[in-house]
């Protein structure tokens, strides 16, 4: 499956963007999507998902703030993310792991074969 991220940008703290991720090439449903993120010098880190058991989970940092939400018919998974922080600046990647039995929690890097070339978020304070 190949993913495209795209809806970055600039914003001022207090402010919302909403991201998109395309995804073509294999069937959608097939696949558990998540969000991460990598900030200037740091490791890349999980933000949101679809977990294994239909549910989402979300990291601490982000909980309330943001929502992963995603639209089989259109092909694409979306993150909302609302009350921007400056913490939050960062490179946003989509990411798809292949449903099927024994997978994990969808919380790692690892988890996921296949990723999207990332979008900026920028929030200035």
């Known amino acids: 499956v190949q993913l495209q991220a795209f809806g970055g940008g600039s914003v001022q703290a207090g402010g919302s963007l909403r991201l998109s991720c395309a995804a073509s090439?294999?069937?959608?449903?097939?696949?558990?999507m998540g969000w991460f993120r990598q900030a200037p010098g740091k490791e890349r880190e999980f933000v949101a998902a679809?977990?294994?058991?239909?549910?989402?989970y979300y990291a601490d940092s982000v909980k309330g703030r943001f929502t992963i939400s995603r639209d089989n018919a259109e092909n694409t998974v979306y993150l909302q993310m609302n009350s921007l922080k400056p913490e939050d600046t960062a490179v946003y990647y989509c990411?798809?792991?292949?449903?099927?039995?024994?997978?994990?929690?969808?919380?790692?890097?690892?988890?996921?074969?296949?990723w999207g070339q990332g979008t900026l978020v920028t929030v200035s304070s």
């Open positions: 990411a798809a792991r292949l449903r099927g039995p024994g997978i994990g929690s969808g919380l790692k890097v690892s988890e996921y074969a296949y």
């Open positions: 090439g294999r069937t959608f449903s097939n696949y558990y």
């Open positions: 679809f977990t294994r058991i239909g549910t989402t």
